[in-house]
């Protein structure tokens, strides 16, 4: 059996371990092979002779697919798998199998990572003493920016699945309240401090604005001029879920005319972040590289399931399909 994996450095760039699938048959690693579709003929070259392959971003069309014959199984490593032709390989009887959940506890944390850095701007604050502004001070303290307490704030939370539900937990332990938006709300989860609440009623009562909901038709855009002009003067918007969740031209607006006070995110519309990114000209910004899922607790979790996930299907009784 022949094991290709087409883009594996960003889940192992070296502190994790293939072997495990090893045990298997042939394994080979690419580190990186091609991100747009356009570069089929590399993608099909490596694949070409693979039982299975494994993939995280590494796009796979039918017409890629055709030139594989040996092709049975397709181990996406992610969640998210429309990189993946997934009704043309159900048709050449392709299993293709996701990694559902395994990140959760990392991105909430990360969530509030970029909330507490713009609450305080610790690494600026920090770097400003190394800088020997603090010893050359006339007072014992100072601050670069206004310092935030996050207790009796509102937090609103749109997509209260695992992810959206952890970060509620966190905001609860800082002493805020949540409202929650969800297409499938579970009531069972109010109590004094969580609620769930229509979008306009979120918009309208939260001093800081989390995304953790998927990205589809109807969620693609939702942030933007008309949702942004219903929030609150000052608001602060958090996006580590999907980048085109975000209109980015209209974040920054907001973000310039101060109605948005500070935008954290770590996910934008395109991937790595292209130069002419409307949002890189904003000064009350935080952009980080899509790291939210990258603790390496978490990708051992994800390595674990993804091997799971193969083992499963070499039983014949596959699971976390997403064609099935």
């Known amino acids: 059996m022949k094991i290709v994996v087409l883009d594996g450095y ?20 690419h580190d990186r092979t091609a991100y747009d579709p356009q570069e089929k ?23 890629m697919m055709d ?43 990360m969530a509030f990572a970029l909330l507490l850095e713009i609450c305080h701007h610790v690494g600026e604050h920090s770097q400003a003493v190394f800088n020997g502004e603090w010893s050359r001070n006339e007072d014992w303290c100072f601050w670069k920016h206004p310092l935030i307490e996050l207790a009796d704030k509102t937090m609103g939370i749109i997509g209260y699945g695992r992810i959206g539900q952890n970060v509620g937990k966190i905001a609860q332990a800082f002493g805020m309240k949540v409202l929650a938006n969800d297409y499938n709300p579970n009531y069972d989860l109010e109590n004094e401090s969580v609620r769930f609440v229509e979008l306009d009623e979120l918009y309208a009562k939260s001093d800081v604005i989390s995304l953790h909901c998927p990205l589809f038709d109807s969620t693609k855009g939702m942030i933007n001029k008309n949702s942004i002009s219903k929030m609150k003067d000052g608001v602060i918007i958090l996006n580590n879920s999907r980048g085109p969740l975000i209109v980015e031209e209209d974040l920054l607006e907001g973000l310039n005319s101060g109605k948005v006070y500070y935008a954290g995110l770590d996910v934008v519309s395109t991937e790595p972040i292209k130069e002419d990114n409307p949002l890189l000209k904003a000064n009350n910004a935080i952009i980080t590289p899509h790291i939210s899922w990258a603790p390496k607790e978490s990708r051992q979790r994800l390595m674990d399931i993804a091997f799971s996930n193969f083992e499963a299907f070499l039983q014949d009784k596959p699971v976390n399909v997403v064609n099935g």
């Not at 070296?14 to 394994?27: A, H, R």
């Not at 070409?48 to 069309?61: E, G, H, M, Q």
């Not at 993946?84 to 990392?106: F, L, M, Q, R």
């Open 10 to 29: 960003t889940l192992n760039p070296g502190d994790l371990s293939w072997e495990s699938f090893e045990k298997y048959g042939e394994v080979v690693v």
């Open 67 to 109: 030139q594989m014959p040996n092709l049975k199984y397709i181990g996406v490593l992610a969640t998210g798998y429309n990189i993946v032709d997934v009704e043309a390989a159900k048709e050449k009887g392709v299993v293709v199998s996701n990694i559902p959940t395994y990140g959760t506890t990392a991105v909430a944390q």
């Open 41 to 63: 003929d590399l993608i099909i070259e490596r694949g070409r002779d693979a039982d299975v392959i494994l993939l995280n971003k590494t796009p796979l069309s039918k017409e």
